[in-house]
Each structure stands twice: as C-alpha cells, then as structure tokens.
C-alpha cells in the first residue's frame, strides 16, 4: 500500500478503462480521478493539484499528445503516463521527448500499470541509470512478444530497429541475438512475460 495518497487524474474515452485503472490504482492506495473527456481531463489537470495523470493517446475530442504538450507547459512538475491501443516505439520516444514518464498498450495487465505508476511517481534521482535501462529493456521485449511484425523486424533489421532508443549498444545486441544470460546478469531476473520474446528467439522454428 502507499504510504500517502498520490492523486491520479486517468482520461481516456472508454468507460472499461478509467474503471479498470480506478480498481487497481485505488487498491493500491492512490487517490483516483477519472473522465471520459480529453478537454475535460485537460482543464481539470491544468486547474487542480494532480501528482500523475494518465492519459490515452486517441481521443474523439482531443488528442493525448496535445494534452501532454498543453500539461507540460502549464503543469510541467506533473507526471504523465500515456496508455494506448496505438502505441508504437516511435511514438513512446517522441513522448519521451515531450517529458512522458513511460507508456503502455491497451490491453495490459494490473501489474503493467502498477509499475508504469510507481516508475513515474518516483523521483528521478532515486532511480539509477541501470533501473531506466533494465524498464526500457523490458518495455522493448514486451513490445517484441506482442507485436510480431515488430518481432520479426528485430530478427530482421537488428539494433537498427532500436536506434532512437537511449540504450547503450550492448543492451541492443543483446535483445537482438536473444541473451538472456547477459540481460539477466545485467538488469536482473525476467518476469515470465518478459522472456517470451526472448525463448522464441531462440527457437528458430516459431518464426
């Protein structure tokens, strides 16, 4: 549980989701908002106290990247998660660049959430240079796994595929050739999840 209440502003247009994200997000202790309107979401984060607002990327009323540019210039102390049934790596490196602390793809899971939560509400000099690497190698693995096309690619164009991501070239010639050892000994122990990609790669009879 938090320790103190962090307030969460969520927008994004489908009810399932400010509801789905309120269930996890208020069990695990935080203050939770939410509205189905990216106009709404945006005056209400530009005009009240938020210590995150999480907000899709499409939205029939106002697109999310115009909210994060709006957000980050009149709120720029708020921190601001991006979830999306779009997401693409190009896109999760230009909203790195507009001050985005991470996204994440419609579907995902509680657990997905819960750590794109805590990673942006925790303050940048508690999180070493290792850990920022170890959650973008994980997000790029993830990526790989459900996307195959994306997976396909990485077999296909190698690191090129990862060129505008800040990882150094060893961490890239790992995803690429698949090994594991060195990411593990490197970033630490792989979820389950994250290691599908990986074990595939491996198999050179799945792809």
Sequence with gaps: MVSTARRIL?????????????RVLTDAGYEVHTTESGRDGLNRACTQEFDLVITDLKMPDLDGMNLVRT?????PDTAIVIITGYGTLPSAIEATR???????????TPEELSRAVLGALTPVAETSGTEIDAELVR???????????????????GSRV?????????????????????IEKTYGKLAPADREWLDRRLEAESW
């Design 98 to 108: 507009l001050g985005v602390a991470d996204y994440i793809e419609k579907p995902f």
């Design 139 to 157: 997000q790029v693995l993830l990526r790989a796994a459900r996307d195959r096309s994306f997976g396909i690619r990485l077999l296909t164009a």
């Design 162 to 182: 990862l060129s505008g991501l800040p990882l150094s070239s060893e961490a890239k010639a790992a995803i690429v050739s698949g090994d594991i050892v060195w």
């Design 71 to 75: 957000l980050r210039q009149e709120r």
């Design 10 to 22: 969520v927008v994004d247009d489908e009810p399932v989701v400010n509801q789905s994200c309120r």
